[in-house]
C-alpha cells in the first residue's frame, strides 16, 4: 500500500491551494483519511480529517479556511486550503486507515509530505 501526495508549493499569503493523495495497492477498506502538517523540531499535527461517512474535523485554526473531502472511488482525499497565512507555512502529510489485504489488519499508512509554504 502506498499513499502518493501531491499539490504543494509556494504561494502567496491570501492564495490557494489543493492538496490531492491517493492511496493505491492491495486495499480492502479505508476508514479515516486526514491531513497533518509537522514543522521542525515539533510534533505532527492534526490539520484535518474525514470519515468513510463524510462528517470532518479541523483544527481550529484553519476553520473556515481549508476543506477536506474524498473521492471513495478513487481512494484519493483532497484538501482545499483557501485564504493561506504564513503560518500555514509547513509539510503537509496525509493519512489513511485502512484495511490491507496483505495482511488482513487494520492500520495507518502515510504520505510521503508536501511542502507548503505561504510568503507574507
Known amino acids: 500500500v502506498q499513499l502518493q501526495a501531491s499539490g504543494g508549493g509556494l504561494v502567496q499569503a491570501g492564495g490557494s491551494l489543493r492538496l490531492s493523495c491517493a492511496a493505491s495497492?492491495?486495499?480492502?477498506?479505508?476508514?479515516?483519511m486526514g491531513w497533518y502538517r509537522q514543522d521542525p523540531g515539533k510534533e505532527r499535527e492534526l490539520v484535518a480529517r474525514i470519515s468513510s461517512d463524510g462528517s470532518t474535523n479541523y483544527v481550529d485554526s484553519v476553520k473556515g479556511r481549508f476543506t477536506i473531502s474524498r473521492d471513495n472511488a478513487k481512494n484519493t482525499v483532497y484538501l482545499l486550503m483557501n485564504s493561506l497565512k504564513p503560518e500555514d507555512t509547513s509539510v503537509y502529510y496525509c493519512?489513511?486507515?485502512?484495511?490491507?489485504?496483505?495482511?488482513?489488519?487494520?492500520?495507518?499508512?502515510w504520505g510521503q509530505g508536501t511542502q507548503v509554504t505561504v510568503s507574507s
Open positions: 495497492g492491495s486495499i480492502v477498506s479505508i476508514l479515516g
Open positions: 493519512n489513511a486507515f485502512l484495511l490491507d489485504r496483505s495482511t488482513s489488519s487494520w492500520r495507518h499508512y
